[in-house]
């Protein structure tokens, strides 16, 4: 049963894998169509697009998850708290491992530093408020739904910004420039806007399926594992939810596009920051456990030494290995 649990696992990191390739076709495609920086193609049309699974595996496990609501609540946690530590540690270091053999441990790294800049301010706030509101009494309702929509309201802020900022970026160069032609016109249909939003829906579709998947896979694999669906979805979910981001961002920043491949991944911190805790706050009971605590400590360490690079004038391939280090402290702290 455990093989047959993660077989299916294997099966849907295969689909997003491919849904990743298929969705970034697009999203460079429509930025290029629309005239719109790669801050806001990277940062908020493909942060917000490959958060999609990230979205779908707490809604869908509170709404319709297993039989047991302790689990889909411990799996929704898992999944909403997991994406920014999996993203700030893991995905940020791969990214860089992905690009060492060509700029070596020295290399610079170079995304436009305003909008990376804006990114991890907004998400060291958010999530700052995100930890914080675990200590609220869950009786305090009020208070909780308050704080909900204020993190709603500041990635409202965060977006405006975002594309406020646009213009200036694309006559500085920051454009977005499709890499190759749409999938879909490969294979006969017309290159339009048309196609175009197609593809999108089709990336997304997939997505949106692994997400599903990877529920019912982690809620087996815990029970035969015997570990808690808590720190089973922290570790599990987040690689699989998650990839679209690695995969995109590594795609991209091999290519040279440093700006896109970090604006993908510190966007969606962002929206994860934001969005994802909002609705943690809203339908579960939002509680300092160890694995949660730790976590967000991780989570903001690792974001704020990437602030702090970016402050110093430069970064370079070597820093991030410093996140790739916190995330194995991670799971070395959680399983002694």
């Known amino acids: 049963m ?32 629309l005239g719109i920086s790669e801050g806001v193609t990277g940062s908020l049309f493909a942060a917000v697009g490959t958060a999609m699974p990230e979205s779908m595996v707490p809604i869908l496990a509170f709404f319709a998850g297993g039989s047991n609501p ?100 694309v006559r500085n160069g920051h454009a977005t420039e499709a890499h190759k032609e749409m999938y879909l016109c490969r294979i006969g249909m017309p290159d339009n806007m048309i196609v175009v939003v197609l593809q999108i829906a089709l990336g997304l579709a997939l997505l949106i399926l692994g997400a599903k998947g990877f529920i019912h896979g982690v809620e087996q694999a815990s029970v ?31 290519r040279g596009k440093d700006t896109m491949a970090f604006g993908n991944i510190t966007g969606a911190m962002v929206f994860q920051g934001t969005v994802l805790p909002a609705i943690g706050l809203l339908l579960t009971p ?21 602030r702090y690079c970016l402050a110093q004038g430069r970064l370079v391939v070597w820093q991030l290995m410093l996140n790739g280090m916190l995330y194995v402290g991670y799971i070395v702290a959680m399983v002694i």
């Open 70 to 169: 302790a689990i889909n609540e411990e799996i929704g946690v898992g999944a909403i708290l997991g994406a920014p530590l999996m993203l700030s540690t893991l995905s940020l270091f791969l990214m860089a491992l992905s690009v060492l053999n060509r700029r070596g441990l020295a290399g610079h790294l170079r995304p436009e530093r305003t909008g990376l800049a804006r990114d991890l301010n907004f998400f060291l706030v958010a999530f700052a408020i995100a930890a914080g509101a675990l200590f609220i009494p869950h009786e305090a309702r009020g208070v909780q739904s308050l704080l909900a929509v204020g993190m709603l309201a500041i990635y409202f802020l965060y977006a405006l910004m975002t594309v406020r900022a646009s213009a200036d970026l």
């Open 224 to 254: 035969h594992l015997g570990v808690s669906a808590l720190f089973l979805s922290l570790l599990i979910v987040p690689i699989a939810t998650e990839l679209p981001e690695k995969v995109n961002s590594i795609l991209w920043i091999r």
């Open 2 to 33: 455990l093989i047959a649990d993660f077989g299916e696992l294997l099966v849907m990191l295969v689909i997003i894998l491919i849904a990743a390739d298929v969705f970034t076709n697009a999203l460079e495609h429509l930025g290029e169509r």
């Open 286 to 306: 939002w509680m300092p456990r160890k694995e949660v605590l730790l976590g967000i400590i991780v989570a903001l360490a690792a974001s704020a030494w990437l």
